[in-house]
């Protein structure tokens, strides 16, 4: 039965779309290139517990211009003033960008033959606006059409 519903999970994404599966922008947690390293910025980021998190230019929430990866901050010191730009510019992860319409069978193929993460920015075709983000997580859980439980 199982089996099953997994067979279907994974011939339904090619009608399925990313918008559907999508985690919406107001709902993403990210960070201003700008922030501060710091200690308080560094408990924040462990207590939301994401692996990735988008990093957004000053001003505009929708204007993602990186992607942070918790791992990268094991060698960051606290004390040394470091930004999230200068992070960002030593560990330089690029992130795919693909359209809300895109189905989760394109997605699928983007993220296991793309070198750019598992984390996309999605975003509205009629006027190029970011609308949220998707993970390949996002698409496994289509296919098993349940929540995957989290460590
Ligand atoms: P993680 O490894 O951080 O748990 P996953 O890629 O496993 O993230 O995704 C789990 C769920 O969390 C997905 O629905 C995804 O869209 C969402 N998600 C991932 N990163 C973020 C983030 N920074 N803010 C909000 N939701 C996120």
């Known amino acids: ?42 408990a924040n980021i462990a207590r939301a517990g994401y692996t990735r998190i988008p990093v957004f230019r000053q001003g505009d929430q929708r204007d993602i211009c990186d992607v942070l990866i918790t ?14 730009r200068m992070l960002c510019n030593i560990y330089k992860h690029p992130i795919p960008r693909m359209s809300g319409q895109t189905t989760l069978f394109s997605a699928l193929q983007t993220f296991r033959t793309g070198d750019d993460g598992h984390l996309a920015v999605v975003y509205r075709e009629s006027d190029n606006e970011t609308i949220g983000i998707i993970t390949l997580e996002d698409v496994v859980e289509e296919i098993l059409q349940e929540e995957i439980k989290d460590e």
């Open 71 to 84: 791992k990268d901050l094991a060698l960051i010191d606290p004390d040394d003033n470091y930004t999230v």
């Open 1 to 42: 039965k199982d089996e099953l519903k997994i067979a279907v999970g994974a011939i339904n994404l090619k009608r399925r779309i990313v918008v559907d599966s999508m985690t919406k922008i107001e709902e993403v947690f990210m960070l201003p290139e700008t922030a501060m390293l710091n200690q308080t910025a560094i």
